[in-house]
C-alpha cells in the first residue's frame, strides 16, 4: 500500500479523536482503531453451522485447539493468534478480561472451563505459538449462539462486515450464503471497496458422494462457481478444501502411517470394497491385520475419502510418513488456500486495514452524528474514491460486473495488472519470478503505453476509459518501484523479482509441512518457533477494550440508509 493510504486515514481518525472528545465511547473506539495499524491481519472464518469453521482453523494452525466452548455447548466470538506460549484469555461486556486455564495435548490444546461461570463471557482470544499467524488472526464467526436461523446470519453479517478480510465456507454455496455476502457489500465503505472474501468450499472430500475423485470434483466444482455470475463478483477467488484431510496431514502420527501403509501394501482386489463406505471399513472381514479401533480412529482423523486418498498417494510412491503428510496437505486443497491467503489478503494488508478502520469510523459517525462529522464523512469518500490501492480493489470487484464489458483477454490483463494475481511485479505481469528486472521494466514499460492508448482512446466507452486509467496508475507505480536501467548492477542481488516482500509468510519452495511448524521428522514442536522479531511482537497487545462485542451498541450498524459515494467508483 502506498504510505499516503494509511497515513491519510490515521490522519482521520485523529481528527475524528479530536472532534470526539467528549464522548468517551467513540473516542475509545477511535484509539483502538488506530492502534489496529500495527497487528496482524483479521481474517474472519464463518459460514453456515458445521460447514467445517474450527478444523479448517486447526489445520491452519497445525494444532487442535477449536472449536472453544462454554456453558451448553455454546461458542463465542473466537480469536486465534500467534503467542509466544498457549493461553486463552475471556472478556465480557463488563469487568476485567480473566485468564483461562488450559490443558496442553499431544495435538493441541484445550481451554479448559469446567470449573469456570462463563455466560458472561462474550470473547475468548486463544494464543498458540505457530508462524502460520505471524501476519493474520483468524476469528470464528459463532453459529450456535442460541440464536434463530435469522439471529445467526446477523451475527455472521456483523463479523463480516467488520472482518479485514474473510474466509467464507460454505459445501456448495447456497442463496442464504450468496445473500449474506450480498449483505457484506451494503454500506457507505463496503459498496465502493467491496470486502475481501475467498470462498472455502469446505468438506471437500465429501463433494460427490465422497467417491474417490472428490477432490477433482471440488476442484471442478470451484471452476464452474468462479464463473457463475452470481458468485463471481461477491469472492476474490473459489478453493476447495478438505479440511479434515489437511488437519490429518498436518498432524500425521507414525502409528498412524504405520496402519494406512499396511492397508496400501494389501492387493486393491482385496481392499477396495471395504473402503466404500465407513460401516465396511469399520465392519467384519477386514482384509489387514488393524484392529477396528484403530481403523475407527483412522475414520475419525481423514474420513473415509481420506482413508482411501491416503492408500492411493502411498501406492503412488508417497511412502514415508512425512511425504505422505506433506502431500495429503497438498491434495486438501491448504497449500492453496495459504497461496490465496498470501496473495490475495496479506500483501494488501494494510490497504485492508485500512478499509477496516474506515468501516469502524462510519460506524462511529452514524452512531453520534455531528455537524462537524460530515466533513469527516466527505474526506473519507474523498480517501475511498481516490486512493490508487482501493481503486484497484474497486477495479477487481467489479471487473465481473455488467458495466466494464472488457473481451476476455483485456479483463484478464486488467485483472493481472492490478494485482488479482498478487501485488509484486511478475505476478501483476504474468510472468515468472526469475525474469530479470530488465524484461520486467520493458513488458511494465508495453503494458503502460498499451493501456494508456486505450485510457485516451474515444473508441471505448467511458467505464473503460476509467478502468483504463487505474491500470495505468498500477503500471506506472509497478515500473516506479522497480529498478531503473542505471541502478541494474546496485540491485544484482535481487535475486528475483519480487524484492523485498516483507509480507510474506509462505515458504515458495517447501511444502507446508516444512514451513516451520513441524520439525523434520514431522513432529510438532512445542512452542519456540514464534519469531521474536515477527510483526506480533512490534504489535501492541489486544486491549480490554474490545471492539467486536457482538453485544456492543456500535457496531450495530445501520447500513440501510448508506449510499455509496456519488463518485463511486463503479
Ligand atoms: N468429512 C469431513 N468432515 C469434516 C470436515 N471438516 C469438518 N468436518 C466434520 O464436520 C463436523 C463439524 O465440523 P466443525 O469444524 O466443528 O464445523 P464448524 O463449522 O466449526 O461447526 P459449528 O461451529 O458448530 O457451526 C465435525 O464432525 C467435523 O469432524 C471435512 O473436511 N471433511
Ligand atoms: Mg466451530
Not at 148 to 163: C, P, S
Not at 543 to 550: A, E, I, K, S
Request: proline share 5%.
Amino acid at each position: 500500500m502506498s504510505r499516503g493510504l494509511s497515513e491519510s486515514v490515521r490522519g482521520l481518525l485523529n481528527e475524528a479523536t479530536y472532534l470526539y472528545r467528549d464522548s468517551p465511547r467513540a473516542t475509545s473506539r477511535l484509539r483502538r482503531q488506530l492502534s489496529r495499524f500495527t497487528e496482524p491481519l483479521r481474517i474472519a472464518v464463518a459460514g453456515p453451522p458445521r460447514s467445517g469453521k474450527s478444523t479448517l482453523i486447526n489445520a491452519i494452525m497445525g494444532a487442535e485447539i477449536a472449536p472453544v466452548e462454554i456453558a451448553d455447548g455454546r461458542s463465542v466470538l473466537t480469536w486465534y493468534e500467534d503467542g509466544p506460549e498457549a493461553a486463552a484469555t475471556g472478556y465480557s461486556s463488563a469487568g476485567p478480561a480473566v485468564e483461562l486455564p488450559v490443558v496442553r495435548s499431544a495435538g493441541g490444546m484445550r481451554v479448559d472451563l469446567a470449573e469456570r461461570r462463563t455466560d458472561d463471557i462474550s470473547e475468548i482470544i486463544v494464543t498458540w505459538p505457530t508462524r502460520a499467524l505471524r501476519h493474520v488472526s483468524l476469528v470464528e464467526a459463532p453459529t450456535d449462539t442460541g440464536s434463530d436461523k435469522d439471529g445467526r446470519m446477523r451475527t455472521t453479517a456483523k463479523v463480516l462486515r467488520n472482518a479485514d478480510a474473510v474466509l467464507y465456507l460454505t459445501r456448495d454455496a447456497r442463496g442464504s450464503d450468496l445473500d449474506l455476502l450480498r449483505q457484506a457489500q451494503e454500506g457507505l465503505v463496503a459498496s465502493t471497496v467491496p470486502p475481501q472474501v475467498i470462498l472455502v468450499l469446505s468438506r471437500a472430500d465429501e463433494i460427490g458422494g465422497g467417491q474417490m475423485d472428490s477432490f477433482l470434483a471440488g476442484r471442478q466444482l470451484a471452476r464452474q462457481l468462479q464463473r457463475n455470475p452470481a458468485v463471481d463478483p461477491l469472492c476474490l477467488s473459489v478453493v476447495p478444501v478438505g479440511g479434515l484431510v489437511a488437519l490429518a496431514g498436518r498432524l500425521l502420527s507414525e502409528p498412524e502411517f504405520t496402519a494406512l501403509s499396511a492397508m496400501a501394501a494389501t492387493p486393491r482386489g482385496e481392499l477396495d470394497a471395504f473402503l466404500l463406505s465407513t460401516d465396511r471399513f469399520v465392519g467384519a472381514g477386514f482384509p489387514v491385520s488393524v484392529d477396528v479401533e484403530t481403523r475407527q480412529a483412522l475414520l475419525e482423523r481423514l474420513g473415509i475419502s481420506g482413508v482411501r486418498l491416503a492408500a492411493t498417494l502411498i501406492r503412488a510412491g508417497n511412502d514415508t510418513r512425512a511425504g505422505l503428510a506433506a502431500e495429503l496437505v497438498r491434495r486438501s486443497g491448504l497449500t492453496e488456500l495459504r497461496e490465496s491467503i498470501s496473495r490475495y489478503l496479506v500483501d494488501r494488508r494494510e490497504a485492508l486495514m485500512a478499509r477496516s478502520a474506515l468501516v469502524a469510523l462510519d460506524a462511529t459517525l452514524r452512531s453520534e452524528p455531528s455537524r462537524t462529522a460530515r466533513k469527516l464523512h466527505a474526506e473519507m469518500e474523498r480517501i475511498l474514491v481516490a486512493t490508487h490501492d482501493f481503486q484497484e480493489l474497486s477495479l477487481l470487484a467489479a471487473l465481473p460486473g455488467p458495466r466494464l464489458r472488457f473481451d476476455e483477454e483485456e479483463a484478464a490483463e486488467v485483472y493481472r495488472l492490478v494485482g488479482g494475481n498478487g501485488t509484486d511485479p511478475a505476478a501483476r505481469l504474468g510472468v515468472d519470478y526469475a525474469v530479470s528486472n530488465r524484461e520486467l521494466v520493458t513488458l511494465g514499460a508495453e503494458a503502460l503505453r498499451r493501456w494508456q492508448h486505450k485510457a485516451e482512446s474515444p473508441l471505448v466507452s467511458l467505464d473503460q476509459r476509467r478502468a483504463a486509467r487505474i491500470v495505468v496508475r498500477s503500471c506506472e507505480s509497478m515500473l516506479a518501484r522497480l529498478p531503473q536501467p542505471g541502478d541494474w548492477d546496485q540491485h544484482r542481488d535481487w535475486g528475483d523479482s519480487r524484492g523485498p516482500d516483507p509480507g510474506r509468510d509462505l515458504d515458495q519452495t517447501g511444502q507446508w509441512s516444512q514451513g516451520g511448524d513441524l520439525d523434520e521428522t514431522g513432529q510438532r514442536r512445542q512452542g519456540g518457533e514464534w519469531d521474536q522479531t515477527g510483526q506480533w511482537s512490534q504489535g501492541g497487545r489486544r486491549t480490554q477494550d474490545r471492539d467486536w462485542d457482538l453485544t456492543g451498541e456500535w457496531i450495530r450498524e445501520d447500513t440501510s440508509s448508506d449510499a455509496a459515494p456519488k463518485t463511486a467508483t463503479w
